[in-house]
């Protein structure tokens, strides 16, 4: 496949100043020590929007993802496990990692697949994970968080600043819990693609 779910997550070189009127700035967090400790671990992806064609498309046929940050052979670098399931088949990518430039809150993907580099984004909810991406001059913003079960706080957070960027709710693509794939790359549940929005837990 073309993408990789962080990949498909990441992509950025800075914070769009333009914004409507009636929206808050997106404000990125602080890339610290603290902060990197906190997104180390296991992370489900949940939704998200693109302007990018290519991305748009890879969404679509995203039916489930998740994936792994551990600490990486250097001083800020993470390395990334990916599972992932596109229509009806599940990838395992264990050779992506992430490095992290502090000076810029920026985190940039490097893998087989496609680089891409996106912000963290200051979230309501420690069990959220929002990245603002670029590719190219398109832009896009998804949602991760610790458990596929969302509360109806935490997609409203990211619909909000989705719609900041000026998506509307048809351009969000969502992933189905029940699509999950086993990291040793059992099939599993079968599922079609959806743009359906999750059950909030």
């Known amino acids: 496949m073309a993408l990789a779910c962080v990949a498909l997550l990441l992509g950025l070189a800075h914070l ?3 914004k409507p009127l009636d929206c808050e700035p997106l404000v990125p967090e602080t890339l610290d020590n603290a902060t990197i400790s906190k997104v180390l671990g296991k992370w489900f992806y949940i939704a998200g929007a693109s302007q ?3 991305h748009q498309k890879e969404m679509e046929a995203l039916k ?3 994936y792994f940050f551990y600490p990486g052979k250097h001083e800020d670098e993470l390395q990334v496990t990916q599972v992932m399931r596109f229509n009806e088949t599940c990838i395992v990518d264990k050779d992506s990692y992430i490095t992290i430039d502090r000076s810029n809150s920026t985190m940039t993907m490097k893998g087989p697949h496609e680089d891409g580099t996106a912000q963290l984004l200051k979230s309501n909810f420690e069990d959220s994970l929002i990245m603002y991406h670029i590719q190219n001059t398109e832009q896009g913003i998804s949602l991760s968080a610790r458990s596929q079960n969302v509360s109806k706080e935490q997609l409203e957070e990211v619909k909000a600043q989705a719609a900041c960027l000026g ?3 048809d351009d969000m ?4 819990a029940e699509a ?4 040793e790359g059992d099939d599993g549940d079968k599922k079609h693609p959806s743009k359906e929005e999750p059950t909030a837990g």
């Open 180 to 183: 999950i794939c086993p990291l």
């Open 16 to 18: 769009l100043n333009a």
């Open 167 to 169: 998506f509307t709710k």
């Open 173 to 176: 693509y969502y992933t189905i």
């Open 64 to 66: 489930n993802a998740y």
């Open 52 to 54: 990018y064609k290519p």
